[in-house]
């Protein structure tokens, strides 16, 4: 497909780009008709993700559709509407999907008005309002009250996470009733302990603090009865048995909700190793709960690149000895690392969380101890990874913010190949390594838990990618890679990445914070020996590393320190890494990375549309062949999925 584009648009900070499915038209029909169930159970679960953001926010949607499909093109602000409109689409609800802060309008109260007075009695009617007036009054507050809803996430410690996060996680409960109340359930001596408040909601009434279960006859029934329909569908053609099996607890656990089943289907997923198509679906990652014990939503269809699984494979084969040579602490060490596997996939269809925004790579189960007792199985996106790398070939960022000519054609050479074994390095083995000391529960962290785990695995990543160990797997040719990656990361932590913060604002998302704690840890800490300079010229700021030897010796500390924090619990010493280095933005260099960036033209963020699947079903109703297009545009593509699979709405 050499007239394949992969970027489609950009608009706002955004740019909307397509993924490519090498192969999938010459797939067994049975294959393709495992795939299309799967990714309709991925489709299906929309509309969670956008309630789980907000309770507001499928009104939201629903609101802004009405008014999109009223406005005419010649309106003068049409093009501010459609652009608000679809951050929104974008971000999955009304905050940024990054940030978390509050969208802002960039048209009026009074236009919004106008639009407004413009809906039928039956769009009113159906967004449940008496008229006209009051869809306004509703709609102004949510977009134009910035005291309301302002941020999905808070991270500020000085407030109460709860009450000043606009995610619907929680209703009429502050942060320490939900503290007090999961640690209430907790039973500290079990070492096999539930995620406890994974798959539900906690609210308050009338004293009485309860949980709302996600769950078929329970909260969001209807979206996940039509995910169990599909997955039932899957299980009639999956190729193995133990696929069978995985879905088979999936459907069980999404009809009770109990979160031992889904530990269960966890160890049994992480089993299932045979087969060329693989799947994610449910609640997984807890990014979005300050108080990191509600999950989000998500799904991800895949099928395992071949090619590139055998060059992964190599890294998993030595989980073993990448542990046994880490420089953390022998006691925070696994003695024997199990089921670790690595698989290189390309993604078929994104949903949930995992849609626009795509992760590169993943790594579960999340449960501590079935980690530690059975393994975890991680994924490199390929495909996702690609997509990206065609979309920047032509953005110019690496040229503006490497210090030298040199840094560049390090980067041009070996820059793809080191940031796609760093998340080799980071999934496979980095998330899979450690362990906890007696006692110490994986959530003791608390808010802080997540900025931790990733710079761990960001950190066991570094360290490991600068080893000779890399070129006796024939991993890569040369320590040109090594240093590749780390002036990327230097870079990035330090400067590229502040592109994507508001003015005056500080970090909030897990990942920024991670690079920038790391980043400015071993800036610090290197100072002594100029082991990164901080360089101007010609009125610009870079960062020159002087020494490689020594920033990975650096990097190595600070994995030190970190895997100490998590192993032992130390929420202190995690709060105060994380403040110190990870949060505050140096004013200065931020207004300047901006300014730099913005002369770019290239939006900081990328999102993803999926391809369109389509069963052709032949006279007897028998689906005869899955056909795969790439024409969709992204607001014809959101639009059709708020109505295929607008359940909940």
Known sequence: MKDFQYMVEQFADLRILRYKIDGFESLPLRQKLYIYYLAEAGLSGRDIIWDQNNEYNLWLRSCLEYIHGKIELSDPDFDLFEEFYKRVLFANGLHHHYSTDKLKPSFNTETLNKWTASLSKDQVDQLGCKDALEVFNRLSKHLFDNSHLSKRVCQDEDKDLVQNSASNFYKGVTQKEA??????????????????????????????????????????????????????????????????????????????????????????????????????????????????????????????????????????????WFEDHSPVAINHKKEEVTGVSMKVINAIMLGGDCYPASPLGINLPNAEWIREVHGSKSVSLQ????????????????????????????????????????????????????????????????????????????????????????????????????????????????????ARIEQGANIEQAHMRNRQLVCKWVLEKGAQNNVIEKVEKKGKTYFKINDYLQLRQLF????????????????????????????????????????????????????????????????????????????????????????EYGLLS
């Open 179 to 320: 503290e007090d109340f999961y640690k209430s359930q907790m039973d500290e001596q079990n070492p096999e302990p539930v995620s406890y408040g994974l798959n539900s909601r906690l609210t308050k009434d009338k004293e009485q603090i309860a949980e709302e279960i996600w769950k078929v006859n329970g909260t969001y029934s209807k979206a996940i009865e039509r995910i169990v329909f599909w997955l039932r569908k899957a299980a009639e053609v999956a190729e193995n048995e133990q696929q069978k099996n995985v879905i088979d607890l999936l459907c069980q656990f999404y009809e009770i909700g109990n979160l031992e089943i889904f530990d269960q289907y966890s160890i049994e997923w992480l089993k299932e190793q045979e087969g060329a198509i693989d799947f994610i679906n449910g609640f997984i990652e807890v990014y979005g709960d300050p108080l990191g014990f509600k999950a989000t939503w998500e799904s991800l269809v895949n099928i395992i690149d071949q090619e590139e699984t055998q060059k992964a494979k190599v890294i998993s084969e030595n989980a073993q």
């Open 556 to 643: 190595g500390d600070l994995l030190i320190e970190i895997q100490r924090i998590k192993s032992q619990g130390d929420y202190d010493a995690a709060r105060s890494l994380v403040e110190s280095y990870g949060v505050q933005v140096d004013k200065h260099l931020h207004n300047e990375v901006t300014t730099r960036y913005k002369g770019l033209g290239v939006a900081p963020y990328s999102g993803f549309i999926n391809p369109k699947l389509d069963a052709i079903v032949n006279n007897e109703g028998a689906i005869i062949d899955v056909k795969i297009s790439y024409e969709e545009s992204f607001i014809e593509q959101m639009k059709r999925y708020n109505t």
């Open 383 to 498: 495909n996702i990874s690609h997509a990206y790398e065609m979309a920047s070939l032509t953005s110019g960022v690496i040229e503006e913010f490497a210090y030298s000519a040199e840094e560049i054609e390090l980067h041009k050479k070996y820059g793809a190949l080191a940031d796609h074994l760093h998340t080799h390095l980071h999934e496979c083995v980095g998330h899979g390594s450690g362990k906890l000391e007696p006692g110490v529960r994986s959530d003791a962290l608390k808010a802080y838990g997540s900025v931790i785990e990733e710079a761990r695995a960001d950190l066991f990543g570094l360290y490991f990618i600068a080893d000779k160990k890399m070129m006796a797997l024939n991993l890569i040719p040369n320590m040109d890679v090594a240093r590749a990656q780390y002036n990327a990361y230097i870079r990035n932590g330090l400067m590229i990445q502040l």
